[in-house]
């Protein structure tokens, strides 16, 4: 009796690169490279590479960045720095590498953890965004800004939303004192899901934001703010600071009724909300008097 086993070696081309372009490049060049010529072949001529150094250690991350990056650079997606505990300095070991986001050609998603500004950083990673003009995901997770300054920040958002591809984007950061969040002074054509946490907001700073960014669909915020906003006179809104667009609201660490009914105001067509409420007491009829 013969039985039938299948061999690694056995799949096609096509089939390698199908699966390959699954996988995270690091673990794939760890795994595949230098067994022989063929898979060097197919794993340097790959279509796209999804580059994840969360949790790598410096040596497996320098052998990386020497080795195989170079010949990838302008086929790589995807990239994912992580600045902590485990991969502690690996945006300076980067910066330090060469790379700058201008050899990106082709990159269209960008998380960036745990990144701890100073100015070397400042002017690596945030002074040059607006060279990714495929970029169509970015995130910012975890973020400590407490030394970028106000006019740069406010340079960085500007960035952001000049970028052409740009639908998803996601700012989790905290900054040196209060943070606002910095209103982009140009027009988004392309934003339509918006993440921003961990940050404090005035009602008019709403308007603006929302003009700025006409073809948002989802919008998450984290709405905490300064108690001048619960005197609602202060906040009338024209018919045309309305946007019609929004239709998925998340709310967290609401802390103020007047801040939440304002924005709400501003969104007459959400069909889906979720609320998170801080320090707050709601009882079923005032829910109902501000969502029906």
Known sequence: MTTNKMILE???NELFIEL???????DLF????????????????LRGYRVDFRSIFKEDFNHFCRTYLPFIINRTIYLRLSDNEDAPYQYAHFQSAGFIFDQFDNLRYLTLENVSSDPKINQ??????????NLTHLKFI?????????????????????LPKLTHCYFDFCSRGTSHFCIPTSVSTSLQCLTILENWWHSNKFV????????LRTFVVSLQTFKIDEIPSLYEFPLSSKNLSVKRLILYKVDTQRLMINLLQLLPNVSHLKVEIFFMKLDG???????V
């Open 30 to 45: 760890r795994a595949f490279y230098g067994l022989n010529t063929r898979f060097n072949s197919l794993l340097i001529h």
């Open 20 to 26: 390959f372009e699954l996988f995270d490049a690091v």
């Open 142 to 162: 975890n973020c400590r800004l407490h030394t970028i300054s106000s006019g740069d920040f406010q340079d960085v958002i500007d960035q952001i939303w000049n």
């Open 124 to 133: 690596f990673f945030f002074s040059n965004l607006y060279h990714l003009h």
């Open 208 to 215: 603006d934001l929302l003009k700025k960014t006409p073809h």
């Open 10 to 12: 056995s799949l096609s």
């Open 285 to 291: 009829n005032e829910w109902e008097q501000i969502i």
